[in-house]
């Protein structure tokens, strides 16, 4: 078992950062591939980012790309979601997610991929 706790989500205005962590305990993660989700009101579940564990490939929503940075710290089994010049559409519940399978593209977009979840953080973003 994989238990993933996310943190750093809250209240920014339009053009703000944030920098989600999310921290995984209960397994080596070598082998995997971390992937962050996100969830709006109403809206499917969506792929945002994933690394894969070992080589530290990263892998971005095209719409996204340039302005959310996905990285990891090996030594406190810590994922990183850093978020810049964020925008309205950008409010959603944001999860974490471990593939033990360390699945690559296209298959780590798929949220069927992937074990383990985070409960979520809430990101709002103000106009």
């Known amino acids: 078992q994989v238990q993933l706790v996310e943190s750093g989500g809250g209240l920014v205005q339009a053009g703000g950062s944030l920098r989600l962590s999310c921290a995984a305990s209960g397994r080596t993660l070598s082998t995997y591939t971390m992937g962050w989700f996100r969830q709006a009101p109403g809206k499917e579940r969506e792929f945002v980012a994933g690394?894969?564990?070992?080589?530290?490939?990263?892998y971005y929503a095209d719409s996204l790309k340039g302005r959310f940075t996905i990285s990891r710290d090996n030594a406190k089994n810590t994922v990183f979601l850093q978020m810049n010049s964020l925008k309205p559409e950008d409010t959603a519940v944001y999860y974490c997610?471990?593939?033990?399978?360390?699945?690559?593209?296209?298959?780590?977009?798929?949220?069927?991929?992937?074990?383990?979840w985070g409960q979520g953080t809430q990101v709002t973003v103000s106009s």
């Open positions: 690394i894969t564990w070992s080589h530290g490939s990263t």
């Open positions: 997610a471990a593939d033990r399978h360390g699945s690559r593209w296209p298959q780590l977009v798929l949220s069927v991929a992937y074990d383990y």
